[in-house]
């Protein structure tokens, strides 16, 4: 145990005793027999459904498994579960709402960054807690924000250096039009130009968006070796559709994606995404006997034909790190959750996970897979450990980062490309036999 770790349990313990006595002091002990109160906040319709609603399942299955064991300080947990409705906005009325009306202890939730920074100044207001289940682009650190996913050196940076050299030095970026593409391709820039590499081609669409033919048409003029993907949501049916229209073969140029998992996989289909690559902390596939457990859990519950994935994985082991944190700290209060998170580990589908005392960030390996025919994900390479965290790349200065989010937020007066700047055809030229003007 570190030395950093001893004190932060050390601290951890004296905040849970300050808790303890100061709510004895106000109300008498914990009641034992009064439920937690939990909110449940994804997109159960829109675009990203496609990638929430497997989260939401999973965060139900880990909930009602710590219920059927007594619950936490022997009071059940009770879920008021919400639609965000894959918009910024609706995430943040409705965070009010959990929190303000129905006094939440802790918020499970979000998928994009652009829902998760909505969510940001709020929870940290409402001194509560968001216990958020996917990757993302890094350049934040919140003392209310428990970040589950991968941060940049846990998935983008060591897929980058993969590929730089086991596939080539030519890279065309597209993604989605919001803050995690943006600013995940701001590093992906910065580390290909530290390697020597060259981004042949940039591009973006809205999210729901499923015209691809203008873009696919760039990546075919501009020969790229490898073709890096922070399309999110249901877009990517389109992205991969139009691929396979244009004879773009993972033989010829491998796709590389970041938010496409085995959920997605089953939803776009295996005949259109095998051979093609995604960089991720935790696979179906891997071979534990913990994982095994999970998997049979989750199929048994919600059906044979149903697949696991990272955020799935991660919003399942999420209400776990909660569970133990508000045992430790002896309630519920987020405060003193939040004094305790940072020491707790769990033995998850993937293999141990450690929350970080300093940052609430997770450690994780990280693992890069290829497609099978089947639409699992067969294992080309794995960390040797699981990875620190580190929210800031060192390719620029954290004012350096911070300046980039700024000018994003200030160009569209908030995380994402607004309707009104999308244009007509999704915010892009369609192809129509035209030619595909240059720019993103």
Same mark, same amino acid.
């Given at each position: 145990?570190?030395?950093?770790?001893?004190?932060?349990?050390?601290?951890?313990?004296?905040?849970?005793?300050?808790?303890?006595?100061?709510?004895?002091?106000?109300?008498?002990?914990?009641?034992?027999?009064?439920?937690?109160?939990?909110?449940?906040?994804?997109?159960?319709?829109?675009?990203?459904?496609?990638?929430?609603?497997?989260?939401?399942?999973?965060?139900?299955?880990?909930?009602?498994?710590?219920?059927?064991?007594?619950?936490?300080?022997?009071?059940?947990?009770?879920?008021?579960?919400?639609?965000?409705?894959?918009?910024?906005?609706?995430?943040?009325?409705?965070?009010?709402?959990?929190?303000?009306?129905?006094?939440?202890?802790?918020?499970?939730?979000?998928?994009?960054?652009?829902?998760?920074?909505?969510?940001?100044?709020?929870?940290?207001?409402?001194?509560?807690?968001?216990?958020?289940?996917?990757?993302?682009?890094?350049?934040?650190?919140?003392?209310?924000?428990?970040?589950?996913?991968?941060?940049?050196?846990?998935?983008?940076?060591?897929?980058?250096?993969?590929?730089?050299?086991?596939?080539?030095?030519?890279?065309?970026?597209?993604?989605?039009?919001?803050?995690?593409?943006?600013?995940?391709?701001?590093?992906?820039?910065?580390?290909?130009?530290?390697?020597?590499?060259?981004?042949?081609?940039?591009?973006?669409?809205?999210? @729901?968006?499923?015209?691809?033919?203008?873009? =696919? %048409?760039?990546?075919?003029?501009? /020969? *790229?070796?490898?073709? +890096?993907? #922070?399309?999110?949501?249901?877009?990517?049916?389109?992205?991969?559709?139009?691929?396979?229209?244009?004879?773009?073969?993972?033989?010829?140029?491998?796709?590389?994606?970041?938010?496409?998992?085995?959920?997605?996989?089953?939803?776009?289909?295996?005949?259109?995404?095998?051979?093609?690559?995604?960089?991720?902390?935790?696979?179906?596939?891997?071979?534990?006997?913990?994982?095994?457990?999970?998997?049979?859990?989750?199929?048994?519950?919600?059906?044979?034909?149903?697949?696991?994935?990272?955020?799935?994985?991660?919003?399942?082991? @999420?209400?776990?790190?909660?569970?133990?944190? =508000? %045992?430790?700290?002896?309630?519920? /209060? *987020?405060?003193?959750? +939040?004094? #305790?998170?940072?020491?707790?580990?769990?033995?998850?589908?993937?293999?141990?996970?450690?929350?970080?005392?300093?940052?609430?960030?997770?450690?994780?390996?990280?693992?890069?897979?290829?497609?099978?025919?089947?639409?699992?994900?067969?294992?080309?390479?794995?960390?040797?450990?699981?990875?620190?965290?580190?929210?800031?790349?060192?390719?620029?200065?954290?004012?350096?980062?911070?300046?980039?989010?700024?000018?994003?937020?200030?160009?569209?007066?908030?995380?994402?490309?607004?309707?009104?700047?999308?244009?007509?055809?999704?915010?892009?030229?369609?192809?129509?036999?035209?030619?595909?003007?240059?720019?993103?």
């Amino acid at each position: 145990m570190t030395r950093r770790r001893s004190v932060a349990l050390l601290g951890a313990a004296l905040a849970a005793i300050g808790v303890a006595i100061a709510s004895l002091a106000a109300d008498g002990e914990e009641p034992r027999g009064e439920a937690i109160t939990v909110g449940i906040l994804h997109s159960k319709t829109g675009a990203l459904a496609i990638s929430e609603l497997p989260v939401i399942d999973a965060t139900r299955m880990a909930i009602d498994e710590i219920n059927e064991r007594g619950g936490v300080l022997g009071r059940m947990i009770e879920v008021v579960e919400l639609d965000g409705r894959s918009n910024q906005r609706v995430f943040a009325h409705e965070a009010r709402r959990l929190i303000e009306e129905h006094g939440v202890s802790a918020i499970f939730g979000c998928w994009t960054s652009a829902c998760r920074k909505t969510l940001k100044p709020i929870v940290e207001k409402h001194r509560n807690v968001l216990i958020y289940p996917v990757q993302y682009e890094g350049m934040e650190q919140s003392p209310n924000i428990v970040y589950l996913g991968a941060a940049p050196n846990q998935q983008i940076i060591p897929a980058v250096k993969w590929f730089f050299d086991n596939r080539g030095r030519r890279f065309f970026l597209v993604g989605s039009d919001y803050i995690f593409p943006r600013v995940a391709n701001a590093v992906i820039r910065d580390y290909v130009a530290y390697l020597g590499g060259r981004i042949v081609g940039e591009q973006y669409v809205p999210i @729901g968006d499923q015209n691809f033919d203008c873009v =696919v %048409e760039k990546i075919v003029r501009a /020969k *790229p070796a490898v073709i +890096l993907n #922070t399309v999110n949501g249901n877009s990517n049916l389109g992205l991969f559709d139009a691929l396979r229209r244009a004879g773009i073969s993972p033989e010829k140029i491998p796709t590389v994606s970041f938010s496409v998992g085995e959920e997605e996989v089953r939803q776009i289909g295996p005949e259109k995404t095998a051979g093609d690559y995604a960089v991720w902390n935790y696979f179906q596939s891997i071979a534990t006997k913990a994982n095994g457990a999970f998997v049979t859990r989750f199929k048994k519950r919600y059906g044979e034909s149903r697949v696991t994935g990272d955020a799935i994985a991660a919003g399942y082991f @999420g209400v776990y790190l909660w569970a133990k944190a =508000v %045992e430790a700290a002896a309630t519920d /209060k *987020p405060q003193a959750v +939040l004094a #305790t998170i940072g020491t707790q580990s769990f033995n998850a589908p993937e293999g141990t996970v450690y929350v970080d005392d300093e940052n609430l960030h997770t450690w994780r390996k990280t693992r890069i897979g290829r497609v099978a025919a089947n639409g699992q994900f067969e294992i080309m390479w794995e960390s040797e450990a699981i990875i620190h965290p580190v929210p800031y790349p060192p390719y620029r200065t954290r004012a350096e980062w911070r300046d980039l989010l700024a000018a994003l937020h200030k160009r569209w007066n908030g995380w994402e490309r607004p309707a009104e700047a999308k244009g007509g055809a999704g915010g892009r030229e369609r192809s129509n036999g035209a030619r595909c003007r240059p720019g993103s």
